[in-house]
């Protein structure tokens, strides 16, 4: 399904799937399992970082091809916050922060500096 976009898309879509899988293993326990036990925890998350590393190492990998391992890890980190903002309001019940914004335009200016020519 995915050999149909380029390597680049194939990387930032396989990228995107990896974080949501990555944002939960890291965060959901503090709502979900707050009153279990954290190794109860620790083996959940890690349960779920294993679906993260299935999507992220090959994503890497064809992002590789068509970036260097600068501009994968700029854009890995741009994922992670389109990711978390969204997660942490919906899902964590986290109030909006412009703070998240401000965040988002530093990374723009990474992302600039990182793919410029």
């Given at each position: 399904m995915l050999a149909h976009f380029p390597p680049g898309?194939?990387?930032i879509l396989l990228l995107v799937c990896s974080n949501i899988f990555m944002t939960f293993?890291?965060?959901?326990?503090?709502?979900?399992?707050?009153?279990?036990?954290?190794?109860?925890a620790a083996l959940a998350s890690w349960g779920i970082a294993l679906f993260e590393y299935l999507l992220q190492v090959p994503a890497n990998r064809?992002?590789?091809?068509?970036y260097d391992l600068a501009?994968?890890?700029?854009?890995?980190?741009v994922i992670t916050l389109s990711v978390f903002v969204p997660f942490a309001i919906f899902y964590?019940?986290?109030?909006?922060?412009?703070d998240f914004?401000?965040?988002?335009?530093?990374?723009?200016?990474?992302?600039?500096?990182?793919?410029?020519?």
């Open positions: 898309l194939q990387a293993a890291w965060y959901a326990h503090l709502k979900d399992m707050a009153a279990k036990p954290w190794y109860i064809i992002g590789f091809t068509v501009q994968l890890k700029i854009l890995q980190e964590m019940g986290q109030p909006f922060k412009w914004v401000w965040a988002g335009v530093c990374l723009m200016g990474a992302v600039y500096f990182m793919f410029r020519g």
